[in-house]
């Protein structure tokens, strides 16, 4: 397939890469000319393990990269990689979200046929019905669901483990409103994860598919907070953290994933 990737951050460049060795044809689009020239020349701009080897391998030849929003009209669906800054209210700032989403929207104005543009930013879910998807549908003159369709594909990254966690997922979360090409082309996209690792796929509404995204990091964080607040207990009684953390992790009600104390569950 012939995929775009908007944004060539954390989450942007593992995607890039990630797809492009999946052996799609990947265009990734970013403002900053920096970033696209050191892609273009093989090199990453972020630290994680298994990423230099990919964008190496593939730059210049699947993995291409450029400035100009206008090359995802020439693609069958384009990803929405755009930071999503919190804010000191602690909600997140969308605007560089529903610029590039605008941005698309543009590129995609005069295209013969259906475009998918898909999600992988983290985003509050009323963002999307009520900013992203109309954003889309004035640049474009089109409307959701006909000339376009909007999907919601959470990435569940974590820092250090990245690569590894886009070929071996735990589970691929595809929220569409029932759009049967939307969902026809990411089942195409991610074939062969599936084929392969047996990955099992959530199908949802959009709004649910980025519920799960906020969901997923509350209920994380929630555990290392807990097993950081039993460690200090520990602590007091001259008690092995450790001891104490494998055994609960025994019960499968609980379990031992994450039952690690640190300052958070991501981070190089």
Known sequence: ????????????????????????????????EETVE????????????GL??????????????????AAAADTDLTFLAVGTPATEDGSIDPSGLLAAAEDVG???ADKDGYH??????????????DELVPAIERASGKTDGEGFGVAV?????????????????????IGTEGDARALQLLAELYE????????????????EAAMIKYASNAFLAAKVSLINDLGNVCKEFGVDTYAVADAMGMDDRIGERFLNSGVGWGGG
């Open 153 to 173: 594909n959470p990435e569940f990254l974590r820092e250090g483990s990245a690569v590894d966690d886009f070929m071996d997922p735990d589970r691929i979360v």
């Open 38 to 49: 050191r892609l273009n020349a093989g090199e990453t701009t972020i630290h994680e393990p």
């Open 52 to 69: 230099d080897p990919l964008v190496s391998a593939y730059a210049g030849s699947r993995l291409k990269t450029t400035t100009d929003h």
């Open 192 to 207: 062969p994860l599936i084929t392969d690792w047996d990955v099992p796929t959530v199908e949802t509404g959009r709004r």
């Open 1 to 32: 397939m012939n995929v775009s990737v908007v944004g060539s951050g954390y989450v942007g460049t593992t995607l890039s890469a990630c797809l492009a060795d999946l052996g799609h044809d990947v265009t990734a689009i970013d403002v900053d």
């Open 116 to 129: 998918l543009v898909v999600v992988k930013s983290t985003v509050l879910p009323d963002v999307i019905e």
């Open 106 to 108: 543009e590129a995609i």
